[in-house]
């Protein structure tokens, strides 16, 4: 009943419309290598409010996750590997430092919390940059073991 009104139907084109062309994907490093920058510099930013021991774990494990991602330029991630390191570095520690710079708690509870949690999350890293490196050494290995075989 288009023609009540004087309304008309348009015509449906024979073509489909051009798709939108996709945006370019950025890199998984470098996505991540610029959340960790900005992690660095809230890090120093916030120094003077966290604890000192707080402020060495916290840089400790910046530089663990800087070494995972110049590692993921030469073995990319698996998908495990991209979410453990996007969630930690997206996630995990910035919200536990944001929830000790918020809380108003006794300071030294505070703090033994914070520490506490930033140790926990160091251990997460240093098992996940444990886990680059035993399986870096098992590949070095099967190609030792190949080369043996093939040349010795």
């Known amino acids: 009943m288009s023609w009540l009104f004087g309304r008309r139907s348009q015509p449906v084109p024979d073509t489909p419309a051009p798709a939108a062309e996709p945006e370019p994907q950025v890199p998984f490093h470098d996505t991540m290598e610029g959340h960790l920058r900005g992690l660095f510099a809230a890090a120093k930013q916030s120094g003077a409010a966290l ?13 663990n996750l800087n070494e995972l991602l110049d590692h993921t330029l030469v073995a990319p991630p698996t998908l495990d590997e991209q979410i453990a390191i996007e969630f930690m570095i997206k996630d995990y520690i910035p919200s536990t430092v944001n929830a000790f710079l918020a809380s108003r708690a006794e300071r030294a509870t505070r703090e033994e919390l914070l520490l506490s949690q930033l140790r926990l999350l160091d251990g997460r890293v ?17 190609n030792g073991r190949f080369l043996r075989e093939k040349f010795g």
Request: glycine share 0%; hydrophobic share 55%; net charge negative.
């Open 126 to 142: 240093h098992s996940m940059v444990t886990a680059v490196y035993a399986h870096d050494n098992a590949q070095l290995e099967i």
């Open 51 to 63: 604890p000192v021991p707080a402020s060495i774990v916290l840089f400790s494990m910046l530089d």
